[in-house]
C-alpha cells in the first residue's frame, strides 16, 4: 500500500536537473532518536508533492536587547516610544541578502523562481515539492512514520544547506520536526501539553494549599490580614488609592490554560462581598485554538486559578476592562507558544509537538478544536500576566530562548509581561531538583529555575506574606507559609545589563554559601524574581464557597492590576503604556518596598535568604502604588 498521506497535493510538474555545482555543505538540524510513540513505515510515495517552508534567520536579533532598552531604559531619550507591531515586523523580518541568498540557492537547485513565496510578515519561503527532489535538496532521506495513535507524518532524521546559506536559515518544514496533530493517549495527560503545570495554585507537592478550607467569617477590618488577605488589604498594603479614568482605552489580560475555567457565578461571589460595584462583570473572552470555559470539572484544581486571578484582578483595576485569553481545548490543552502564536502571527510555524499544543487537533476525542491554528488573531493588552510556568530543565534551551525573544517584541511593543516565579523556593515544580545531568529527580539536589520566569524579558513576581500577628502596617516577609518564593539563577539565560549593579551587590554583600554544584554561581546569569507581592492567604470564592489559596499566582496578578492602574494614569496624563518595567525598577527601587526577611528553601536547604537590595527570593521588594505612580508619571 502507498501512504496517500496529504502528500499529493499537486501534480508533479517540475524536474530538476541542472547542474549543482559541488559546495560545501552544512548540517542544519539532526537527531539521534524518533520521539515517544513514532515508528518508521516503509511505504512512503516519494513523487507525493508536500508545502515546505523555509524559515529564514530573522534579522537585527543582536541588536535586539539594545533596541528593547532604547524604549525601556528611562534615562533613554527614546523612553516610552514603543514599536507598533508592524515595526516590530519589520525590525525583525529577514533582510535582502538573506531572502536573496536563499533564493539563489534554490534557483541554483533548479527550482523555478515563480515557485517560491516569500511570507514577509512570517519571514518565510514557501513551495510545493516532490519529496524526492526535497530529499536532494536538503541532502537528506525522508521517510513516512506512524504514530501509536495512528497519526501519519513525513519526516527526515538529518539535513544540510549549502556551508554559505546556514546562517540565513532557521530551520525547514517538514524535516526533523514532529509538529503534527497527535490525539493524546488517555493516562498522558500532563506529559506532552502542559508542561506549563500550573505554578501554585494546587501545586502537586507536599506543600499542598489549604484548598477546600472554608472560611466561615471573613474579616472586614484591616487587623487580619495576617490570616487573611482581601482586596482592602492589599490596598492597604501597597498604597492603592486611586479611581480609574479612562476605562476602555486600557486593557488588562489574564491567560488561562484549560481546563482551568473561572466559574461566574463565584465571581459574583466574590463581587457580592468585596465590592459590589463589580456584580455580573466578566472579562471578555478571546479564545485561541478553541480555548473555553468548561464547566464539567469543577473544585479548585479547575477553578481556583482562574477565580483567584480574575477575582482580584476585576476588583482591583475596575473599572477597566479585563480580557482572559483562555488557552487550548479540552484535549490537548496548549502551552505559552500557543498563547504568543495568537498575538503574533510571525511566530506560528515554529511549534514542537513534544511541548505545544498543535492544532486543528487530530484527536477524534470529544473536546478536540478543528479549527484553526490562531496565528495573530487577538491583540496583546497593554498588562498581561500569566501565573503558570515550568522548569528551566523540562525544554531544551533553544526552545527557551526563542520563547523569550517572543517576549522581548512584547516589550518592544509597550506591553508589559509578568509571569509568576514559581512556589518552590528554589525547587522545581512539585518540589523536585534536578540531577547533575539535568533530569528532575525526587533524589535531585541541584536548584531548579522555572520558566518563563528565568527570560530576562518578562517580569518575573515572587511571594510575600504578612507575617503572623503582624498588620498591613509592618514589612512583610518573603513568604514561607505553605509556599515558598521561587527563585534564584538561570541556567540558561545570561544576566541582562539592567540588574548586573543590583545583583553584584548582592554577591558582594551576601554571597550565598552555595557551590556550582547547587546553581551557577558565576554571577552571570539571570537572576530571578524582579519584584513581589502577598501570596498567602487570599480569601477566593470557589465553587460556592470561600477559600484561602497561596502562591506566586496571587502575586502576579495583583502586580498586573497595579501596573495596569498606572498605565490609566499615564494614559489620563496623554503618555504611552510603561511597557517593560524592569529597566525603570532596577533603576528606582526605592519606589518598592524592600523585603529583608524569610528565605525560599527548597532541595533540602533553605535555600536563598532575603536581604537588604535586590535578591533572589523577593527580587526588589513589594510595589509602593503612590511612589511607582509618581515614578512613572514623570518620565
Ligand atoms: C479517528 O477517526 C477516524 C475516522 O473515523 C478513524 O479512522 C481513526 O482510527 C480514529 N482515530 C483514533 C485515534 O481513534
Ligand atoms: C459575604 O457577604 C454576605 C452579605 O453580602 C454575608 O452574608 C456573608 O456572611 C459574607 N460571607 C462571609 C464568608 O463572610
Ligand atoms: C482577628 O482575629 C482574631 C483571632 O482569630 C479574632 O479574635 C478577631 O476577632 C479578629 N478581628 C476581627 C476584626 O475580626
Ligand atoms: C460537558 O459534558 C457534556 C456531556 O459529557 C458535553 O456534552 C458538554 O459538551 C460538556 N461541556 C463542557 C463545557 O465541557
Ligand atoms: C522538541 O522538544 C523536545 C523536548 O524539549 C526536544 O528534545 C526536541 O529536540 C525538540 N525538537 C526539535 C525538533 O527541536
Ligand atoms: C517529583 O518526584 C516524585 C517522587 O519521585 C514524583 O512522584 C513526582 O512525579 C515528581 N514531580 C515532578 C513534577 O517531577
Ligand atoms: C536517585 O534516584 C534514582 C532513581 O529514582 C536512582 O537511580 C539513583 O541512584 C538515585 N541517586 C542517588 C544519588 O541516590
Ligand atoms: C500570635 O498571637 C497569638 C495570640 O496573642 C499567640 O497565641 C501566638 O503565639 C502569636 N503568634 C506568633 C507567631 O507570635
Ligand atoms: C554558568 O553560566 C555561565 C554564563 O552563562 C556559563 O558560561 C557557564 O558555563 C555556566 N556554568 C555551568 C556550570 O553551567
Ligand atoms: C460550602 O461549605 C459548606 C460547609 O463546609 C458545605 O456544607 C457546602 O456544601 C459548601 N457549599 C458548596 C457550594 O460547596
Known amino acids: 500500500m502507498r501512504l496517500p498521506l496529504a502528500f499529493l497535493l499537486l501534480p508533479v510538474l517540475f524536474s530538476e536537473a541542472g547542474a549543482r555545482p559541488l ?4 548540517v542544519l538540524e539532526s537527531r539521534d532518536r524518533l520521539p515517544a510513540g513514532w515508528s518508521k513505515r516503509d511505504d512512503l510515495n516519494k513523487r507525493g508533492v508536500v508545502p515546505v517552508r523555509i524559515n529564514l534567520r530573522q534579522n537585527n536579533l543582536e541588536r535586539s536587547d539594545q533596541l528593547l532598552m532604547d524604549v525601556s531604559d528611562p534615562d533613554s531619550p527614546r523612553y516610552g516610544q514603543h514599536y507598533t507591531a508592524q515595526e516590530v515586523a519589520d525590525i525583525f523580518a529577514p533582510s535582502k541578502e538573506t531572502v536573496n541568498a536563499v533564493k539563489d540557492w534554490l534557483r541554483d537547485a533548479g527550482v523555478a523562481p515563480h515557485r517560491v513565496k516569500y511570507n514577509h510578515g512570517q519571514g518565510s519561503l514557501t513551495l510545493n515539492m516532490a519529496v524526492a527532489d526535497l530529499e536532494e ?22 539535513y544540510s544547506v549549502p556551508a554559505s546559506v546556514k546562517h540565513h536559515v532557521d530551520f525547514i518544514l517538514p524535516t526533523l520536526h514532529f509538529d503534527v496533530p497527535l490525539s493524546k493517549r488517555d493516562g498522558d495527560a500532563n506529559d506532552k501539553v502542559l508542561k506549563a503545570s500550573k505554578v501554585g495554585w494546587p501545586d502537586k507537592s507536599a506543600t499542598r494549599p489549604k484548598q477546600g478550607t472554608t472560611v466561615e467569617n471573613i474579616f472586614s477590618d484591616l487587623t487580619n490580614c495576617s490570616q487573611q488577605i482581601t482586596p482592602d488589604c492589599l490596598r492597604a498594603l501597597y498604597k492603592i488609592d486611586y479611581s480609574p479614568v479612562t476605562k ?17 457565578s463565584d465571581l459574583d461571589l466574590f463581587a457580592k462581598n468585596f465590592s459590589r ?96 491554528e490562531s496565528c495573530g488573531t487577538a491583540k496583546p493588552t497593554y498588562v498581561i500576566s500569566t501565573s503558570y510556568g515550568m522548569n528551566e530543565a523540562d525544554a531544551t534551551p533553544a526552545y527557551e530562548r526563542r520563547q523569550c525573544e517572543e517576549y522581548k517584541k512584547l516589550g518592544m511593543q509597550g506591553v508589559t509581561v ?60 518573603a513568604c514561607e507559609q505553605v509556599i515558598y518564593s521561587g527563585g ?12 548586573k549593579t543590583a545583583v553584584a551587590k548582592y554577591f558582594k554583600d551576601y554571597k550565598p554559601p552555595y557551590t556550582a554544584q547547587q546553581y551557577n ?115
Open 23 to 26: 559546495s560545501r555543505r552544512a
Open 137 to 158: 535538496l536538503l541532502h537528506a532521506e525522508y521517510n513516512a512514520y506512524e504514530h501509536d495513535t495512528g497519526a501519519l507524518h513525513l519526516a527526515c532524521e538529518s
Open 248 to 264: 476602555d482605552q486600557n486593557s488588562y489580560g489574564i491567560v488561562e490554560y484549560t481546563p482551568q475555567a473561572y466559574v461566574p
Open 277 to 372: 460595584s463589580t456584580i455580573g462583570v466578566r472579562p471578555k473572552l478571546v479564545s485561541f485554538d478553541g480555548g473555553l470555559l468548561q464547566s464539567n470539572q469543577t473544585g479548585s484544581d479547575f477553578n481556583g486559578e482562574s477565580n483567584l486571578d480574575l477575582q482580584y484582578a476585576i476588583n482591583l483595576v475596575d473599572p477597566i476592562p479585563l480580557t482572559l485569553y483562555q488557552v487550548g481545548d479540552l484535549v490537548e490543552s496548549a502551552s505559552f507558544n500557543n498563547f504568543l502564536d495568537g498575538v503574533d502571527a510571525s511566530y506560528c510555524g515554529g511549534d514542537n509537538s513534544t511541548e505545544d499544543g498543535i492544532y486543528p487537533d487530530a484527536s477524534n476525542a470529544t473536546g478536540s478544536y478543528k479549527g484553526p
Open 418 to 477: 509578568l509571569y509568576s516565579s514559581g512556589d518552590s523556593g528554589v525547587a522545581g515544580s512539585g518540589g523536585n531538583c534536578t540531577n547533575p545531568t539535568t533530569a528532575l529527580s525526587a533524589n535531585g539536589t541541584r536548584f531548579t529555575p522555572g520558566f518563563p520566569a528565568t527570560c530576562p524579558w518578562v517580569t518575573s513576581v515572587g511571594a510575600t506574606q504578612i507575617n503572623p500577628n503582624s498588620t498591613v502596617f509592618d514589612p512583610e516577609s
Open 488 to 499: 534564584g539563577f538561570s541556567d540558561v539565560f545570561a544576566m541582562p545589563k539592567y540588574q
Open 521 to 635: 554561581n558565576s554571577q552571570a546569569t539571570r537572576g530571578f524574581p524582579d519584584i513581589s507581592a502577598n501570596g498567602a492567604n487570599y480569601v477566593v470564592a470557589i465553587n460556592g464557597n470561600f477559600s484561602l489559596a497561596f502562591g506566586t499566582s496571587a502575586s502576579s496578578p495583583v502586580v498586573g492590576s497595579i501596573f495596569t492602574l498606572i498605565n490609566d494614569a499615564r494614559f489620563a496624563a496623554g503618555l504611552g503604556p510603561i511597557g517593560f518595567v524592569n529597566p525603570m525598577l532596577y533603576k528606582h527601587p526605592e519606589a518598592l518596598n524592600d523585603i529583608t526577611m524569610g528565605g525560599n528553601q527548597g532541595c533540602g536547604t533553605p535555600g536563598f535568604t532575603a536581604v537588604p537590595g535586590w535578591d533572589p527570593v523577593t527580587g526588589l521588594g513589594t510595589p509602593n502604588f503612590e511612589k511607582l505612580l509618581a515614578l512613572f508619571l514623570s518620565h
